[in-house]
């Protein structure tokens, strides 16, 4: 029951705060045999590297990995598998500040309150930056499920939505947003250009498609498949909405409009439509799993806004520091990680329990 | 890692199949000294009892809760509470069909993949009758967290919302909705009539409410209130989607918009808004903690579909049996157990870890 | 977390009391399609049953187990297993003292201490009795690991220990000591009909011999077998030692004298000689597992001992009621449903994590 | 359920191998606010450390701990505690046979049979050296218990056993062998020189007592601090038998003579004699707890004995390379590391379900 750790048979644990020396992840539970290196780690963290546009915080960060156990000649060995990223370019200055006053929409009160002590810089652990970490786990579970193909991008950003007619898989590495189209991509630039110059933030919705998930993985009742992706995706910073398939639309349909139909196909039943998202009674049905999390806008902002100091006075708060103007860009590649997660456990665990 | 279990500190396992000879719970970690007996429990059950109006499953079950263990002159003693409920009024020649063909948007297709072998009868151990169990350990997890005040209602149903502005505390109980308006009520009233006679069924969405809470419950990062009120809402059965606060609104505001401005207040801090649902960086900051969720409509319908038999072959399927026309109705008194676990749990937890 | 449950991929949990109306177990992780009745389990439970010869308490209890779930047409379905033994021959009023002051190697004091209240029924929780949810657990494990042979007896009892020459597998069920030597069944009749008649007790020391086991079940580091079995066997009533293969006797030998050398064999590696009891770093060689564990006399004696009532003042206490003389003998079952268990558990945590 | 962690609320991973870059300890749970740098927990790791004596192996290993996570300005913060210590003087060229035959008594073969792959350098993860991670860990959890006074020494070593009657708390820091007896210490660098000289090494028992430690910590049923304890030192490389208070011995006394009489005390109840080694019913009474654990000899020795290679053909091996020739000698100040985590494990779960 660590608080810091997610998974069951596959189970990581992370460490760090934003301007320490370094945050880490210890993956535990990593099958044996598995060809593991740096180099299979470090393109997942460069996805979600800050520093790569204007639309991200400025913050310089190789977020260079280095695996410090549980891989003998480039192999996995069953043992934890620990891996470290050093942090570099830390300017705790900018957030000299940021100790006296409580931000609207961050952690530092509630912290405050629970623990009577904390790290204010960059946001010490509750900073986003621990989500390299979970990057660096998820490319050890993507690993674990071969077959399994995880890919997030932005559907909306800003209030701006993608249409769906237009949705292109090939077009979301061509621009900074994970978009899958260009168009709205183009949108997207210019709102989020305003925003950032009028010192704001916009938020967005990401969604996550795993495809080659066979029948049959996700425990139920408490372990079902929903519930463990509802977990990892709210636990994402800024996230604070997850669905699964259609969703919040799903409570609009009528029964026999949200039956996922199915018909005799040649390998396998074939499904005439996917409303579950790929999970019946929180178990993979072999359709593809669709998630989808909202995520708030960035709450540092340089927009004043009013709050308290520790000393409970009166004040007004301008968030300097770097910051990305919109959290749910880079939040894809988190997304990614944690899905190929959960789905990594569920495997093993499906194949604990039935041999299968 | 129980699969059949939720919680930590305070934790609970349930068992029992639609058509066993019982179904029940077993809570762990509850705290001495409480009183407690079945007269304690037995009213939240009653509120998600079946056959109580049209709207609901005819099939007449008294859930009359007993108390095994763990309790002793009326006060708990800290070990194992185990609550049993026999099932009477099971009618399981209803299902004979069931075995044979997949119901589309149930679990029938993935648990016999899964497992190879199933309790088809009701639904066996994937139907909503399971969610008593889960009622009746809310009911002592209510008992952790006295201070605590947990409403659910129906916000939404068949795609008609309630309008904020008649939003009505008093009126919850006053409709077999479980609606907050009594106007609204009766639109859903002829809606979910229409649809039951039409043999189709509605999905809902459901919000629950947690005043009381102090600031500091909740565990980051992988524990955070987010997260476990997402994993402990999307496993209820049929629920596809979860949000905090805003939720998915959110994700179109800016950020000053959503920042939850702070200022001196009598006791402790004011806030000014409470977009983020009661939670900053998963631990709670002293507002009401506020939840929803969507269902899909009752898989359950009357309207033949399209779906495959077990041995494969093409077939249409009609779902008799009685069934609720809209599974959100009763979903509410089970999200209200499920929020009370949570709560309790993240108190214990919080207790633990800081000694307040 | 939960206190009162044991093991991780196959995990059970227990509730009840002496004298409440009944005890139980939750088996949860059993694999589907494992043929299961009560028959297949009452034989278990027989063993350890009180009342079957003068030398075990008088508390006439049929202990009938009933199943309630997780099994459908003699099949499990891979949901939990409920399991419930009613209590029958309850005489509280034997134990009306027992409430007033607390007895020596009892749990009475610690438990009032912490709980601050308790069922002090029979020892309420902490009563032996619980066990027989153990053994109806085990009676599942069992199933999990049908290569797996798991066989305790009696090696010590009152000091009088067997002699190793005069092993005999075929006697351990031939007297009520299951003792593998009749001439030493013989001695300790003698020992114990003395002790009891003088109103003491005596201790005694379980071995507990699986074989069929594989190489390579356990998981280091935390969860080596060794670390699992001593968890589960120090777990039992009264058992305050544990060991593994030549256990507190290897501390004496030499490194060339405590070798198990290999040479190669028809199928597999021979070993020349088990000090190590079967595991190596944790994970089993393929040699049978060998566990001992010794416990305590039993505390409940008609001897009167110094003592304190609930309220401090000084005092002697007898223990009536109806006692085991010697709780060592009835343990011998219990040992072997929890090294069943650790084993299952096992074999099911190494299928996940390496697919064998 | 990681395999490599250890503890509930108070909880920590390890990480790493005996010749890899570093090894190191993740800590979570710990309670923020308690002041904690690198010199509260070199002082434990020095104890433990390496080639201090010509008792213990000549590897070299500074074994200088860092700090990379949870403490800001001194204090902990609640969050994860990141531990690493750098590996210095591996000299993996000495192991270059280890990994062509099975070293009897060593994880080589179990390993190579569970995993398929391993890094046999130094013993990989099943090495000793891993140990230091779980000193460093217990440093930061006897900040948790500050009332509590936690001591192993050695009262056994080859055979030779100390006189009770001659333990001198004070002596055990004067001698390389933890040894609170000086007469007998000289006794065991007699019989351990001898051994060493002859290329074979003995075996130890490890006494631990831990005084301060209040009435009520430890949960029923299957958190009993008797297991915890003995699944902690169980866990301990080359442990084979662990003991609480008269272990053993217990089960050859007679139910008076093995009684804990209590009488009115001045504070309290005072306990007339410690047989059940400060527990009952798996709870702390109050009384110091007595731990005792016995560890095989080390089996690297330069004595040839008869193995078989990976490719199963016979052979002779010699076990090169730098070693303890008792490998009890430098298990105290684990033991006591163990000890440290599973009371302070206790305080804290005793704490979040009591609130005391």
């Known amino acids: 029951m660590s608080h810091n750790s997610f998974g069951h048979l596959l189970r990581?644990?992370?460490?760090?705060?934003?301007?320490g020396p370094a945050i880490g992840a210890v993956v535990d539970g990593c099958p044996p045999g598995l060809g593991l290196s740096e180099t299979d780690i470090q393109p997942w963290l460069d996805k979600r590297r800050p520093g790569t546009s204007r639309f991200t915080t400025q913050r310089q960060e190789p977020?260079?990995?280095?695996?410090?156990?549980?891989?003998?000649?480039?192999?996995?060995?069953?043992t934890p598998i620990s891996l470290m990223i050093?942090?570099?370019?830390?300017?705790?200055?900018?957030?000299?500040?940021?100790?006296?006053?409580?931000?609207?929409?961050?952690?530092?009160?509630a912290y405050d309150v629970k623990y009577g002590h904390r790290d204010p810089r960059g946001g010490g652990r509750s900073s986003a930056r621990e989500t390299a970490s979970r990057v660096a786990a998820g490319a050890v579970a993507r690993l674990?499920?071969?077959?399994?193909?995880?890919?997030?991008?932005?559907?909306?950003?800003?209030?701006?939505?993608?249409?769906?007619?237009?949705?292109?898989d090939a077009e979301i590495d061509r621009n900074p947003f994970f978009c899958p189209d260009a168009e709205t991509a183009a949108q997207w630039e210019i709102a989020l250009d305003a925003a950032r110059k009028a010192g704001s933030?916009?938020?967005?919705?990401?969604?996550?498609?795993?495809?080659?998930?066979?029948?049959?993985?996700?425990?139920?009742?408490?372990?079902?498949?929903?519930?463990?992706?509802?977990?990892?995706?709210?636990?994402?910073?800024?996230?604070?909405?997850?669905?699964i398939g259609d969703g919040f639309g799903a409570a609009r349909l009528r029964g026999e409009d949200n039956a996922d139909c199915m018909r005799p196909g040649t390998d396998g039943p074939q499904f005439l439509a996917n409303h579950s998202g790929g999970t019946a009674g929180g178990i993979s049905t072999g359709q593809p799993i669709v998630v989808r999390m909202a995520l708030k806008p960035t709450s540092s902002i340089l927009t004043p806004v009013e709050t308290i100091t520790r000393d409970g006075e009166a004040t007004e708060i301008v968030t300097k520091g770097r910051h990305d103007p919109c959290v749910g860009v880079r939040a894809a590649p988190v997304m990614e990680a944690m899905v190929a997660l959960v789905l990594a456990d569920a495997r093993l665990m499906q194949r604990g329990q039935t041999g299968r």
Chains 1, 2, 3, 4 share one sequence.
């Not at 990581?12 to 301007?19: A, K, N």
């Not at 050093?86 to 009160?109: I, L, M, T």
């Not at 499920?145 to 292109?168: K, N, T, W, Y």
Request: proline share 3%; hydrophobic share 35%.
């Open 12 to 19: 990581f644990t992370t460490w760090g705060e934003s301007h």
């Open 63 to 78: 977020d260079q990995v280095r695996i410090l156990s549980g891989v003998h000649e480039g192999l996995t060995t069953g």
């Open 86 to 109: 050093e942090n570099v370019d830390q300017r705790s200055k900018d957030y000299s500040e940021v100790g006296k006053a409580y931000r609207p929409g961050h952690a530092d009160y």
């Open 144 to 168: 674990v499920i071969p077959g399994v193909r995880i890919r997030a991008c932005l559907v909306e950003l800003g209030g701006i939505a993608i249409e769906r007619s237009r949705f292109d």
């Open 201 to 243: 933030s916009l938020g967005a919705i990401v969604e996550c498609t795993a495809t080659g998930v066979p029948v049959g993985w996700g425990a139920p009742l408490y372990m079902k498949l929903d519930s463990q992706l509802a977990s990892a995706c709210m636990g994402i910073n800024a996230v604070k909405g997850v669905e």
